[in-house]
């Protein structure tokens, strides 16, 4: 949540405050807080929405909330994918297709990356804006044995918020079939690790009689969100819409004051005088 | 012909991915069969006697731990065939005993019931019975009463291999059994990656090798070749992700006090507690008159516990179920007894795997309670054992992560996430198999003795 990129000149924070809303440019400081946050009303995103707009609460604290964007900022994508056993025939086929949908989709300044899992997670594309070589490792996944889906999606989380130069934003998009056998990581552990990172998690799960609590605790806590499917048919428009939700979220920032430097931040984030629905993440996590 | 033990080796490899439950129960529902009977040849059907007769000859025939093709002797069989197979057995060893014996009783459950022969059959399996029973009857060294314990002990032996071979070729090699009798059903419930995916009944080759055991004399708890028997072949099951509590219940019944008996059992608990377990009885659809036994997580971890610290007394060079023990106390909240616990057995593990494993334990306990730094050296020497295992590195990337380390995140899990699946070795992703790693030596050792004493 809190940049902890190397501490840029503060008169690039100037410049920032400077800058007019439609070409953002955010402030790496340390003490820098974003919230990725979506608004919709109806179910439709809210667009149109200023600084002042934003009612941002830090532990219950009021904040001024500097710089808002919306759809400027570019993105990491991280697909990731349960390759297990049961992700055989058909599934793989849609799944590829979503994948590649949303690699499609994707603009010159966004990258990609790709995680598979079953027992092994694996990194099969590091971020990279060369979606073709995302498409290419897509077409070499084979399914097999068990799935690892807390250890998968911790590797995503990862891999989303470290490449490319400035300030960009993380989505995670893991789809899964079933609940987790194998993991070594803890759903508690992935969980804590969740609240430093400024990734968003949306969870795209095909409904079976397993629960899948661990990844709607994740997408919950990360201002994501589900996607429960009944069937992979029509997963391609699951991903593209995941994809253009999270491109209409607001990206806020403000710089906390009136709070504990250290330890867990409960958020609080609403819209002035408008009866709209907000999602944004819980809280963040600051200091070592 | 392959021998078991080379084709296990093949199997576990595949089944390290796929667990599947197996829970015998035996009881007497009805239920839809998996499979169909095969359709009898035109010619006569034999009289029990002699379906009696072709079931010893070829359990004399078959060579232990191979598949011969006296395991073929059940293809014509149809299922009620089993059902008299256990009630003459259980006559034959009577005769073995007594050939002037000619009223017969069959217990099953509380329930006793005469058996009725023809003449016929009665001559049959007279004869059969004399058979055994004078097998080593020249040997005069031999006391008369030793000499027919041992004749009578030998065929129950040597029935109870020929069961288990069965058994073994039929999980092994995928051969599904012909249509299982009503009483010698035996329901599996198949979780490919924690995913109920229906139940299979076949014919409870187990079960059956069990009650044969059960008859050998003067009491199977003080039978070298029963508790090897039981030993092996829990190594056997648990190794290839079978839980069947009813085989551990009957060993441990015999041999309560047996240190790697009770090891076993525990694992099958530990197995048992496990998440996917636990919400696939909550959700299979299971017939109501078929009971899987499986308790809560809380009560199996109990009893887990409970077994191993049996083992752990009985046996405190047992490190294995001291590692185990450490896990299971973690899992019930104990985390101060179990540190206690890995720390020593973190130095006694000799065997990579179990090194592997205790550092992981011990270095989550650890990291629990908040030393970071220790834990950081836990997990990288588990790592420098298996170089290519990404739990370590997941581990310790975990913890920069949650130190904001994040390009130390990144870096920690890199070099191994890049590495193809095929390429990493892991020993926790066969944790709940690893136990019966060494079953195909096992079981060939308890094989190998007994042919050597058939030899004498």
């Known amino acids: 949540m809190t940049l902890r990129m190397a501490a840029t000149a503060a008169a690039l924070s100037c410049a920032t405050l400077a800058a007019s809303p439609q070409t953002p440019t955010f402030s790496s400081r340390l003490e820098a807080v974003r919230v990725d946050v979506l608004v919709t009303e109806d179910g439709r995103p809210v667009r149109g929405l200023q600084p002042a707009d934003f009612d941002i609460r830090d532990e219950g604290v009021p904040q001024t909330v500097d710089l808002v964007s919306f759809e400027q900022i570019p993105l990491n994508v991280v697909l990731a994918f349960d390759v297990s056993d049961s992700v055989s025939g058909d599934r793989l086929e849609h799944l590829r297709a979503a994948g590649r949908a949303v690699l499609a989709r994707l603009a010159a300044s966004d990258q990609a990356g790709l995680v598979s899992f079953n027992n092994a997670v694996e990194v099969r594309a590091n971020l990279t804006a060369r979606a073709k070589d995302v498409m290419a490792a897509l077409d070499v996944v084979h399914p097999f044995g068990e799935t690892a889906l807390v250890d998968g999606s911790y590797t995503a989380m990862v891999l989303a918020q470290s490449g490319g130069n400035g300030v960009r934003r993380g989505l995670v998009i893991v789809f899964t079939d079933g609940a987790d056998t194998i993991s070594w990581l803890t759903p508690e552990r992935v969980l804590d690790a969740s609240r430093r990172s400024d990734a968003v998690v949306y969870g795209v799960i095909v409904r079976s009689r397993s629960k899948a609590s661990f990844l709607h605790e994740l997408s919950e806590r990360t201002g994501g969100g589900i996607v429960e499917i009944e069937s992979t048919k029509d997963l391609a428009d699951r991903f593209v819409a995941v994809l253009d939700e999270f491109r209409q979220r607001y990206l806020v920032s403000y710089t906390p004051r009136g709070v504990a430097s250290r330890g867990w931040h409960r958020l609080d984030v609403r819209i002035k005088g408008r009866k709209v629905t907000v999602k944004a993440r819980a809280g963040y996590l600051s200091g070592s | ?456």
Request: overall charge neutral; hydrophobic content about 45%; aromatic content about 8%.
């Open chain 2, 1 to 456: 012909m392959n021998t078991q033990a080379s084709r296990i080796v093949v199997r576990l490899l595949v089944l390290i991915v796929a667990a599947v439950v197996w829970l015998a129960t035996g009881r007497q529902v009805s239920l839809a069969q998996s499979t169909t009977a095969p359709s009898q040849p035109a010619a006569k059907r034999l009289s029990r006697s002699e379906r009696l007769r072709d079931w010893l000859e070829a359990v004399e025939r078959h060579e232990p731990g191979i598949v011969d093709q006296s395991i073929g002797v059940f293809d014509s069989w149809r299922p009620d065939d089993f059902q008299y197979l256990a009630i003459d057995l259980n006559t034959l060893v009577l005769l073995i005993e007594d050939p002037g014996l000619r009223t017969f009783f069959f217990k099953s459950g509380s329930r006793s019931r005469q058996i009725v022969y023809n003449g016929s059959d009665l001559k049959t399996m007279l004869a059969l019975a004399m058979t055994a029973r004078n097998r080593i009857g020249e040997d005069t060294t031999i006391p008369p009463e030793q000499r027919l314990q041992k004749n009578r002990n030998r065929v129950l032996e040597r029935a109870a291999i020929f069961h288990t071979d069965v058994a073994l070729d039929a999980l092994l090699g995928g051969r599904s059994n012909v249509r299982a009798p009503l009483g010698l059903q035996s329901f599996t419930l198949l979780l490919p990656d924690g995913r109920p995916q229906g139940m299979t009944v076949d014919v409870g080759h187990w079960e059956l090798a069990r009650s044969i055991l059960d008859k050998v004399s003067p009491a199977p708890a003080r039978h070298e070749f029963v508790r090897g028997w039981y030993i092996a072949t829990a190594a056997y099951l648990e190794g290839l992700g079978q839980l069947v509590p009813a085989h551990f219940d009957r060993g441990l019944h015999w041999f309560p006090d047996d240190a790697e008996l009770l090891f076993f059992a525990g694992c099958l608990h530990e197995s048992l507690a496990e998440t996917r377990i636990q919400e696939a009885m909550q959700s299979a659809a299971i017939p109501s008159d078929v009971k899987f036994d499986v308790s809560s997580r809380r009560a199996e971890l109990r009893a887990a516990e409970s077994l191993f610290r049996k083992a752990v007394n009985a046996r405190p060079d047992l490190v294995e179920a001291r590692i185990r023990l450490g896990r299971v106390l973690s899992l019930r909240g104990e985390h101060a007894e179990a540190e206690t616990l890995l720390r020593p057995a973190v130095e006694d593990a000799r065997d990579p795997p179990l090194a592997y494993l205790a550092h992981l334990f011990l270095a989550s306990e650890v990291e629990a309670r908040g030393d970071s730094g220790l834990a950081r050296d836990l997990y990288a020497k588990a790592a420098a054992l298996y170089p290519n295992a990404q739990s370590p590195r997941l581990a310790l990337s975990a913890l920069e992560a949650r130190a904001g380390n994040e390009a130390g995140a990144l870096r920690a899990m890199a070099g191994v996430l890049a590495l193809p699946g095929d390429q990493r070795i892991d020993p926790w992703w066969t944790y709940h198999q690893g136990q019966g790693r060494n079953a195909p030596l096992q079981l060939k050792a308890v094989y190998q003795s007994f042919l050597e004493e058939e030899r004498r």
